[in-house]
């Protein structure tokens, strides 16, 4: 594995650039204003519009302390929209450098959420569709084979949704903008909230969140004030995968700018979740899926010069316990031979007894 030319990372670099002061010309029009508001100890900032009858509408934007927020909250004004040059970029970085593309439709999907406010909401795209953004984020060819899949999972911190005091436009509409025949999945609790949301041709986008530690909540979809009226399964060890996730790039039309997992905890956790799928048929698929991804990230992690983020997830879940370790352990024995070398030296440099 090697990584893509200087030239086309530094176009990458460039196309994320722009990316992040295009969504904020569309998210936050010169008629309204950034407000700082105080939360907990934390300062937030989120951006006022004229409404109805003199009301203002307020909308979440982010922490006052991410300062590539902040920058743009001090020049938003002069930032202008360049969707056709970005188009050019995208196409260079697909047609000449080989970096991978979303499906039309999945791209059209994350775009409409991306537009409605989904990762403004501090919301993060898990998955396969994430891993496909891998490309680009450290600058390496990814197997076309890792990245096919017909669905996407969104995954959200529950507090988070709890209390950010904002809120996408019904998810129902959402989907159905880009495909009048999504509709909600009944939960298997026999809940009447929805977890998950599933077309004519069977594509299915599914809501996820942290699991709260408890048995009450288990097996039972969570309400999540933020997600337009979409719940989200609870599901263990998600709290470490998107905990400090990363702004990424999914090439479609003009870039897509999203919210993904650190890619050395996408891997980590890809361990984890290989060892936990059921031994039938649809469940041997989604293992050997993992274990390819995982294997992935843990060679191009370094070449991106990223090993030390890849040792630092290692040891974090190292350090969580041993129901974590023998959770990887149990992940590395379906490992492959032929990706146990990009592998096993990792652990064993951090002294874990495999």
């Not at 998107?242 to 890809?270: C, F, M, Q, T, W």
């Amino acid at each position: 594995m090697k990584q893509i030319d200087l030239v086309y990372r530094t176009m990458t670099a460039e196309l994320g650039q722009r990316l992040l002061d295009a969504s904020f010309l569309v998210d936050f029009p010169t008629n309204g204003r950034f407000v700082p508001v105080t939360v907990k100890d934390r300062r937030y900032w989120y951006f006022d519009t004229p409404g109805e009858n003199g009301r203002q509408s307020r909308r979440y934007v982010g922490p006052a302390d991410d300062p590539e927020i902040s920058r743009r909250v001090e020049d938003f004004k002069a930032v202008k929209d360049d969707a056709r040059a970005r188009r050019k970029i995208v196409s260079t970085l697909t047609r000449d450098a080989g970096l991978v593309a979303p499906d039309s439709f999945t791209g059209d999907l994350v775009e409409a959420l991306g537009n409605a406010g989904l990762f403004r909401l501090r919301a993060c795209l898990v998955g396969t569709v994430a891993f496909q953004t891998y490309a680009a984020y450290l600058g390496v060819r990814l197997p076309m084979a890792s990245v096919l899949t017909g669905d996407a999972d969104i995954a959200q911190d529950y507090a988070i949704s709890s209390e950010v005091g904002d809120s996408l436009p019904p998810i129902g509409e959402i989907l159905q903008s880009i495909d009048s025949t999504f509709k909600a999945v009944p939960h298997l609790s026999g809940s009447p909230r929805s977890t998950a949301f599933r077309n004519s041709s069977g594509y299915r986008i599914e809501f996820l969140t942290t699991n709260r530690g408890s048995d009450e909540y288990a097996d039972k979809p969570a309400e999540m004030p933020a997600l337009g009226g979409a719940a989200a399964d609870p599901l263990r060890f998600l709290d470490f995968l998107i905990y400090e996730p990363v702004r990424s790039i999914l090439l479609h039309k003009s870039g897509v700018p999203v919210i993904v997992p650190d890619p050395a905890r996408y891997a980590v956790h890809k361990l984890i979740v290989a060892g936990r799928r059921p031994n039938d048929a649809q469940g041997l698929a989604k293992r050997q899926k993992d274990l390819a991804q995982a294997a992935i990230l843990f060679e191009a992690l370094p070449l991106a010069n990223m090993g030390n983020s890849l040792a630092a997830a290692i040891e974090e879940a190292i350090d969580r316990g041993e129901g974590w370790r023998d959770a990887i352990r149990h992940g590395l024995t379906f490992m492959p031979q032929t990706d146990w070398p990009a592998v096993e030296p990792k652990f064993r440099a951090l002294g874990f007894d495999l």
